[in-house]
């Protein structure tokens, strides 16, 4: 193996040509860990949706359970189930207060989750009143700005929502899905659903024919992991779900009732969900501000840039100063640890900084 210090001294006091590091791409394997569940139970009226979220809070796998009634009002009663137990969550019923509690007991579901106390649990009863207050608030904004230019709309007429107001309350809903999404423990949404008659391209019904509507923003199911439906009429049905686990394939499957199914089982024993190794979500925020936005920076990427600044731009004498650095030779930077490329980063990046690499 040739020395990788005299090769270094050489490569940067010679003024040999330099070649071009080969562009680094941040990539990892998948770990194939179960995340946290994020459940939408829905069904028409009656059909036991909040029935269900209160009968997990009597699981002993899960920890405190903190209920957020909105618009349903079941939250006090449903502490009288049999073995039922959560904290209800007082709010004013502005979005603001609702999305402050929200992100406490994120914060609150954080701290456990570090301490490895059994898994906080959300339960947002429901998602259909969620979408509805932000309708309002469009409803309301519209009103006023229309009011402005002399244009009142009256009590009974819906006003024409411009699509900056869309944007806006669409945006409120997206920041509440991404903590809800992101939430180090169990989430459960409940929404309404319902057959109802479907429209044609212009908006208008098409006579005798009807579809299956969730009442909600239009990507809450998508946004879910598992999907279940509940009805008064049959037992409860996966509609989807994005796991490896639950043996629903995409495409292949038809939604199928699965009697007797709870959703302790659903999150333990379908997604095969364990609190010991369960993580949010992997989703980096997205951000279109480029201009405020610092590029995130590997240790791998680290490593490149300093090997260039300490002009090592010849692959055999880069490998060379690795397998020096973590004494094992290696062969390529895949093989390379996360603790291994640290340390050829503060080994290069003491030569850098210095007039002569020191001794490690």
Not at 157 to 181: C, Q
Request: aromatic content about 6%.
């Amino acid at each position: 193996m040739p020395n990788a210090r005299d090769a270094l001294a050489t490569r940067r006091h010679t003024g040999e040509p330099a070649t071009p590091p080969p562009s680094p791409i941040r990539a990892r394997k998948p770990t194939g860990i179960v995340p946290w569940p994020l459940i939408l139970i829905e069904g028409g009226e009656k059909a036991g949706k909040s029935w269900a979220a209160a009968e997990l809070t009597a699981s002993p796998r899960v920890g405190t359970t903190y209920w957020l009634d909105l618009g349903e009002g079941a939250g006090d009663e449903y502490g009288a189930i049999p073995g039922a137990q959560y904290m209800l969550i007082e709010h004013d019923g502005s979005w603001a207060d609702v999305y402050a509690q929200v992100e406490a007991v994120r914060a609150e579901a954080t701290r456990a989750h570090t301490a490895g106390e059994p898994p906080i649990v959300l339960v947002f009863d429901s998602m259909s009143a969620e979408w509805e207050l932000l309708k309002g608030i469009a409803d309301m904004k519209a009103r006023r700005r229309l009011a402005k230019k002399g244009r009142a709309v009256k009590a009974d007429e819906e006003p024409d929502i411009s699509m900056d107001i869309w944007n806006e309350v669409n945006g409120k809903h997206r920041r509440l899905m991404t903590m809800l999404m992101t939430f180090p423990g169990i989430v459960v949404m409940t929404a309404r659903g319902k057959e109802v008659a479907a429209l044609d391209s212009g908006g208008r019904p098409i006579q005798g024919s009807k579809e299956y509507k969730v009442e909600g923003q239009k990507n809450l199911g998508y946004d879910a992991t598992v999907w279940v439906r509940v009805s008064r009429d049959h037992p409860p049905v996966v509609v989807g779900a994005r796991s490896v686990h639950a043996g629903v394939q995409p495409g292949v499957d038809k939604p199928r009732p699965v009697p007797g199914l709870t959703l302790e089982r659903v999150i333990f024993d379908v997604l095969k969900c364990d609190p010991g190794t369960a993580h949010v979500r992997d989703m980096p925020a997205l951000s279109t501000d480029e201009a405020d936005r610092k590029p995130v920076v590997s240790p791998q990427q680290r490593m490149f840039d300093l090997f260039k600044e300490a002009d090592i731009t010849d692959r055999q004498h880069g490998v060379a100063y690795i397998s020096e650095t973590i004494g094992r030779e290696v062969k390529s930077t895949a093989d390379l640890t996360v603790a291994e490329v640290q340390a050829v980063v503060e080994r290069l990046e003491r030569f850098v900084a210095g007039p002569q690499e020191p001794s490690k």
